[in-house]
Each structure stands twice: as structure tokens, then as C-alpha cells.
């Protein structure tokens, strides 16, 4: 679904991505990891237009998506994008939030995308928050929304940029439940995160960045028990060895 070919980001002097190669299958669920600064929200977001390229080739479904005169909208239309930040409409109510997309970008009848909104908005559990405004949900509950404004246009491919990095720690199960269940339903995710649990139990394989490169590509459980690359080795010890007050 998903070819990246010898792709290079620099942010002026700064080269945030380094050559990037790699296929991503329909269906399949990947989770990118990484130290902060490693790439890893770049990378996901040259993959819907929301950052340029300096070189080599994305191709979605077969389409180079940096070529020049390619239809952002409907591009767009086609990715589901959910943010840390949850990037809610404030002057929208949940349900607007939801139907805004089909309506203006997708054309469908008002009828349908209400519809098709509160069905959604059921399935990740706030359909009685419809006529709630962003600003009266928790964390949780707004990124629930994002998810389900996002699946409303019924993209074949769902990208998540840290979900749950903006959440308080007991709303983050709520969050990652709703992703679960787009894994059961067999959509394509690509993910990054620091939730290594949900890594562990729900990806397909394991992406590791650092410093703008994939350093390892590797199913969760040869990720998690046999890292290959001494970044990577690093890496996860530095995130099991529990903090140590100094005395």
C-alpha cells in the first residue's frame, strides 16, 4: 500500500530523513518507534502531504503522492490522520466535527454523513456526546472523537502521530481499545508511538528510528527479546530500567 524509496527530509541544515526504504502492506499494522527527534512524525507525515520531500519517491496505492498537480484533497480523503493534539473544530459540535469532511470535501447528503457519524460516534462510545462541544470532553473522549471524524471518510489507511502522548495516563486504555478494534476490523495503521504494550501485542512489525534512519524492521516479539541494532539494544533498556531516585 505504502513504498517509501530513498526518501530525504532536511529541515534547512538538519537532515530528518536519511534515505528512508521501505514497504508497508494492506492490512498490515506498524508501529514506529524511536527517541524523540528520531523521525519518527516526519516520516509519517510525508506520507499524507503534511511535509514535503526533497528527493526519492512515496507511492500510495501506486500513486507518487509528491508529484506535482496531485489532488491534496483527495489524497487526503483517503488517509485518516489522527494528531497528538486531537485538532478538534472548537466551534463545531462532535457531531459536526464528524460529518464536516463527507459533506464538504466528499459530497455526500447531510442525512447520510449524520448518519453514518452517530454510527461511528457509537462505536468508540460517545454517541451520546453528539451534540457536545470539544471543549466539554476529556482528553480521551476528544481523541475518540479525532478517530471517528477520521474513519467517517473511510480511508483505506489510518496514520496516528502519539495518540496518546497528550493524554493523562488513565484515558490512554480508552484510546488504545478503539485502535484495537481497527486492528480486528483489518485495516491498514501505521503508528507511532511509546506505547510499547500496545507495540508489543497489536503490531505486525516494529519500526525503529534514530537519528532520521530506520535502524530495525522487525516483528514485536524479535523487537522486544532480540533487538538487533545497539540503538535499539539501548533503547528499550533505557525504557525498562525504572527511574532511580538519587538518595
Avoid at 468508540?124 to 480521551?140: D, I, T, Y
Avoid at 528510528?209 to 528499550?236: V, Y
Wanted: proline share 6%; net charge negative.
Amino acid at each position: 500500500m505504502i513504498q517509501f524509496s530513498q526518501v530525504n527530509k532536511w529541515y534547512g541544515e538538519y537532515h530528518a530523513l536519511v534515505d528512508i526504504d521501505e514497504t508497508i502492506a494492506k492490512g498490515e499494522v506498524v508501529v514506529v518507534c524511536g527517541p524523540s527527534g528520531s523521525g519518527k512524525s516526519t516520516l509519517i507525515r510525508t506520507i499524507n502531504r503534511l511535509e514535503a520531500i526533497e528527493s526519492g519517491t512515496i507511492t500510495f496505492d501506486g500513486e507518487d503522492i509528491h508529484r506535482p498537480g496531485i489532488d491534496l484533497n483527495r489524497l487526503r480523503s483517503r488517509i485518516g490522520f489522527v494528531f497528538q493534539q486531537f485538532n478538534l473544530f472548537p466551534h463545531l459540535t462532535v457531531l459536526q466535527n464528524c460529518t464536516l469532511a463527507p459533506i464538504e470535501v466528499g459530497g455526500a447528503r447531510p442525512a447520510q454523513a449524520h448518519e453514518k457519524a452517530m454510527a461511528l460516534l457509537d462505536r468508540v462510545g460517545l454517541a451520546h456526546k453528539a451534540n457536545a462541544w470539544p471543549s466539554e470532553l476529556s482528553g480521551g473522549q476528544q481523541q475518540r472523537v479525532a478517530i471517528a471524524r477520521a474513519l467517517a471518510m473511510e480511508p483505506p489507511l489510518m496514520l496516528f502521530d502519539e495518540p496518546t502522548s497528550a493524554l493523562d495516563p488513565e484515558m490512554v486504555g480508552e484510546v488504545l481499545l478503539v485502535m484495537q478494534g481497527l486492528v480486528r476490523d483489518g485495516m491498514t495503521l501505521v503508528v507511532v508511538t511509546h506505547e510499547m504494550g500496545f507495540a508489543r501485542d497489536v503490531a505486525h512489525r516494529v519500526l525503529f528510528m534514530d537519528q532520521g534512519r530506520i535502524l530495525e524492521r522487525a516483528e514485536p516479539h524479535a523487537f522486544f527479546n532480540h533487538p538487533q541494532h545497539p540503538r535499539a539494544q539501548q533503547f528499550l533498556a533505557d525504557i525498562r530500567t525504572p527511574f532511580a531516585r538519587p538518595a
